[in-house]
């Protein structure tokens, strides 16, 4: 039996990862990270448009603030949002996107005087300040009333990630690289670390930890069609699950990039239609303006995504020999612009699509692309049922998305709770209190457990393929769990993915090595993956309005009298074949933003009841203070400073607004 | 919309070896499959695994040319396998692990642990004036050309294959390679970085560096991102000599 011990247990080598083992290296822990794949190949790395942090450098980003990225951010969440953690987000985003900055992130900078962009389809002569020059600069995305996200070309998270690995190897963190956490060690009520296995020589070590972190991004692969990398199969929010005591928050959210290529699904970044792109049908109308006069192809995600294939239904798809697509046509921001700030997207058409960009249209159709839900946690990023579990990042449930992401602001997630979430860990590591005390016959309860699960599916009489189930879960998520969803669909997803997962304990592996084995990797995966797929199916399922990226057409509108509260599931039995879901209700009391309209998309909804007086309250707060700067009249709508680590308090000073 | 016309068979020569299994030794195995629309070889590896053959080992991640997971040697020459296509090969395709980097079975190598060895030795981090930035204050400037040339360098997605096509790598194992070079390149050019070349010599100035170089450059006609490695190695090499005339 081997156990390793150290203060601060990572899951995952990305962004979030990352950051958070460092902020708790440097407060003086141990740290060890877990990751599937060497860390500067995590899927943060696909990351391209960029990051949103409101500098407001840019003259199209004048103005910008704290202010305006929580409004666009709560509005993108369609009120789903935790607010207090959106004001933690956006008060430290500047910080984090500058300290990037210092670590030696090359973000594209601006240029001081006249420069050509395309705005609504037209040429526009906009004139950068001079004082300006040389800071970053920031694009315009979806979502936003600013252009606020800072960007390296499309290749943002590329450059990013190479600096925080490293940043992670000039700290002498260990990245033990092709490792997977299979169960997370736990007595009911405190974790103590996680079960991991070698994927090169199939050993099972335990790793025992004060402080144990879920960064393990998203769950794009329960998905047949996904923008997401092949690793991002969810297991860290599995594992979470079944502990039973850990709860996952709003894992119906599920959000679909509207330009994934068609038919393979890679990414083009939001960032084409940022820089001026636009959305063309068979007849090579630009049909968004006709459903979206406000935002057009830059209102949020899931609108533009339910608006094109809401168009394809209409039969105004073009055809390719794989099936209906739609055009994403970026000829008419030029070769240049393409070639210097479009450059994956220029790469990524010529090897997988044989099209120059530059002269040609993209075919496109939306994929599935973020997992808004997550292992839940408090603001400290700490589950509040399972002590010493913390999660950060796409993995997690802070909650500052709700129901949809805007683009720009996952990676920025990642960096800013990684941040934040660090710091937090080095406090609970620093407390006499939390020191652990196991006994290491629990550890191996928990060793022997899981070994016997491998065991089973390698010398067991199983019959049933994990490629066969995995196949037909992810064509049910597509089919049935997608953009638009039906009760009637839903059910049929829900009864079928449960018979998968029944079937998913007879799994057995044709190829017995115990070591390095591909197809059992696939097998244990999987039956992970079907408990997580149900919890999405029946989340959404039982959820009976639409919000966000959650469209059900047999309940199109937002209802915030009844549902305005975060989905939790728990699944306290292995034997159970669905979820345990509880509601926590959110707070429009509390609330800075009352839920309204977002700006974009449908303006039906149904009101709160206590929304008409907390709006009325918060006009009156304003009209009492209109003589009062931003930050009093902030404090008296909604305190939140308090929640932030002192290290990463304070204002963010701007070209316009020095201090 | 099926496509009517007739798809080709292929065949893979696949270089099988697990060493974790002391049993077996290193062969070819030869796997038949009918290639599809726009089939790559992400495609054709993960059906081959699924349908024919579940214990092949392979790697992939993004599989879409970002990451740097899937270098291997494809009919003899290292390239990233997730974005060939099939068309633009002929029906007999061979497959290889790459070159100089530990085998982990079959077509995956430890890239993982040759990089973060190359990234320590190098110190491949900005190391700056200051630890602790004032993060509440307005970033420091940089010129926007500047700021794109550095990006441009830093789009090493550490994939391997410059190393696995390096005559010098074949022979010294401390050789840090067109991948280390241009790191180092990459942070000569920036100034928030505080070493100069005098640091640098340190680290390249000798045949484990820079001087190890024999200039065949099969490096810059592999890299799949198209790095500039032929004129950052000569341009390196010219600052380490003048350094090393001192």
């Keep these: ?659 | 919309m099926a496509d009517e016309t007739a798809h080709r068979k292929l065949t893979l020569d696949i270089l099988r070896y697990n060493p974790q299994d002391p049993d077996t030794a290193p062969r070819m195995q030869r796997y038949e499959l009918e290639e599809a629309d726009s089939m790559t070889l992400f495609i054709a590896l993960n059906e081959i695994r699924e349908k024919q053959d579940a214990s092949l080992q392979f790697d992939f991640v993004c599989r879409a040319g970002i990451c740097g997971s899937c270098g291997m040697m494809i009919n003899g020459r290292p390239g990233l396998a997730c974005r060939t296509l099939t068309e633009q090969l002929g029906t007999e395709i061979t497959l290889a692990p790459l070159p100089v980097f530990e085998l982990i079975g079959d077509l995956s190598v430890n890239t993982g642990k040759w990089m973060r060895h190359m990234s320590e030795r190098l110190a491949t981090w900005v190391h700056m004036k200051t630890a602790d930035v004032d993060l509440t204050r307005i970033e420091e400037g940089m010129d926007p050309a500047l700021a794109e040339q550095i990006y441009l360098l830093d789009r090493c997605i550490e994939c391997g294959c410059c190393i696995a096509a390096c005559g010098t790598a074949r022979m010294r194992e401390d050789f840090v390679g067109a991948a280390g070079l241009n790191r180092l390149a990459r942070f000569r050019l920036d100034p928030r970085d505080t070493r100069d070349d005098a640091a640098y010599y340190e680290l390249i100035g000798d045949d484990s560096g820079v001087f190890g170089c024999m200039s065949l450059l099969a490096c810059h006609d592999v890299c799949p991102k198209d790095l500039p490695l032929q004129t950052q190695i000569a341009f390196l090499r010219r600052k380490m000599v003048v350094r090393g005339l001192k």
């Excluded at chain 1, 009520?189 to 144990?212: F, H, N, P, Q, S």
């Excluded at chain 1, 998305?401 to 406090?427: K, Q, W, Y």
């Excluded at chain 1, 304003?622 to 305190?639: E, I, T, Y």
């Excluded at chain 1, 204002?651 to 316009?656: M, Q």
Aim: glycine share 10%; net charge neutral; proline share 3%.
């Design chain 1, 1 to 659: 039996m081997r156990i390793v011990y150290t203060d601060v247990l990572v899951i995952g080598g990305g962004l979030a990862g990352l950051r958070m083992g460092i902020g708790a290296k440097r407060r003086g822990h141990d740290v060890i990270i877990l990751s599937l794949v060497p860390a500067k190949r995590s899927h943060s790395k696909a990351a391209q448009g960029g990051m949103q942090a409101s500098l407001g450098n840019v003259i199209k980003g004048q103005g910008d603030n704290e202010d305006v990225h929580f409004e666009d951010t709560v509005r993108g969440s369609d009120w789903g949002a935790d607010q207090r953690v959106v004001r933690m987000f956006v008060n430290t985003a500047p910080k984090a996107v500058r300290e990037l900055a210092a670590w030696g992130v090359p973000w594209s900078r601006v240029r001081k005087g006249d420069r050509q962009v395309i705005i609504n389809g037209q040429k526009v002569t906009i004139t950068e300040r001079d004082e300006a020059h040389g800071l970053m600069a920031q694009r315009d995305f979806g979502g936003t009333k600013k252009w606020r996200t800072c960007y390296v070309s499309d290749g943002t998270g590329h450059a990013m990630i190479t600096v925080m690995a490293d940043q992670a190897i000039a700290a002498s963190i260990p990245v033990h690289e092709r490792t997977e956490a299979l169960a997370l060690i736990h007595d009911g009520g405190r974790c103590y670390g996680a079960v991991v296995r070698d994927l090169i020589t199939g050993e099972l070590i335990a790793y025992v930890a004060k402080a144990t972190a879920i960064a393990t991004g998203g769950a794009g692969v329960l998905y047949r069609v996904t923008t997401n990398a092949v690793i991002c199969e969810g297991i860290g929010h599995a594992i979470a699950l079944e502990t039973g005591v850990a709860a996952l928050g709003n894992m119906e959210a599920v959000q679909f990039h509207p330009t994934g290529i068609f038919p393979a699904g890679i990414l083009v970044t939001e960032g084409c239609r940022g820089d001026g792109g636009l959305l063309k049908d068979v007849d090579g109308h630009r049909f968004m303006p006709d459903y979206e006069p406000e935002k057009k192809e830059l209102a949020s995600r899931d609108v533009v995504s339910r608006r094109m294939e809401e168009h394809l239904a209409k039969g105004k798809g073009a055809k390719n020999r794989f099936g209906e697509h739609l055009w994403l046509d970026i000829t008419l921001l030029g070769e240049h612009h393409i070639k210097h700030n479009l450059r994956e997207v220029h790469e990524i058409c010529h090897y997988f699509l044989g099209v120059d960009p530059a002269k040609e249209w993209i075919p496109v159709r939306p994929a599935q692309h973020y997992t808004m839900g997550g292992v839940r946690t408090n603001s400290t990023g700490e589950s509040p049922t399972l002590k010493g579990l913390f999660a950060a990042g796409e993995a997690a449930c802070w909650d500052m998305h709700g129901f949809n992401r805007l683009g720009g602001n996952s990676v920025a997630e990642t960096v800013v709770a990684g941040m934040i979430v660090g710091e937090f860990i080095g406090d609970f590591c620093d407390r006499s209190e939390n020191t652990v005390n196991i006994p290491t016959a629990v550890v191996q309860g928990y060793l022997v457990r899981e070994q016997a699960k491998l065991d089973t599916m390698l010398n067991g009489r199983g019959t049933e393929s994990a490629v066969e189930l995995r196949v037909a879960m992810q064509q049910l998520m597509t089919a049935k769990v997608g953009i638009f969803r039906r009760g009637k669909d839903l059910e049929e997803a829900v009864d079928e993915l449960q018979r998968l997962l029944v079937r998913s304990r007879n799994i057995g592996v044709r190829y017995r090595a115990g070591g390095a084995n591909p197809e059992l990797v696939a097998a244990y995966r999987t039956q992970k993956m079907l408990k997580l797929a149900l919890t999405v199916a029946y989340g959404a399922l039982v959820r009976t309005e639409s919000r966000g990226a959650h469209y059900r057409e047999d309940y199109p509108r937002r209802n915030d009298a009844e549902w305005l509260k975060r989905t939790l599931a728990r699944w306290p039995n292995e034997q159970d074949t669905l979820p345990t879901l509880t509601y926590e209700a959110l707070d429009v009391k509390t609330m800075e933003l009352p839920p309204g309209w977002r700006g974009y998309g449908t303006r039906d909804y149904i009101d709160h009841l206590d929304t008409p007086a907390r709006q009325k309250e918060v006009d009156t707060i304003k009209a009492n203070l209109v003589s009062a700067d931003r930050f009093a009249v902030q404090q008296a709508l909604m305190p939140y400073e308090g929640l932030l680590p002192g290290r990463f308090r304070g204002r963010n000073e701007r070209i316009d607004e020095r201090f």
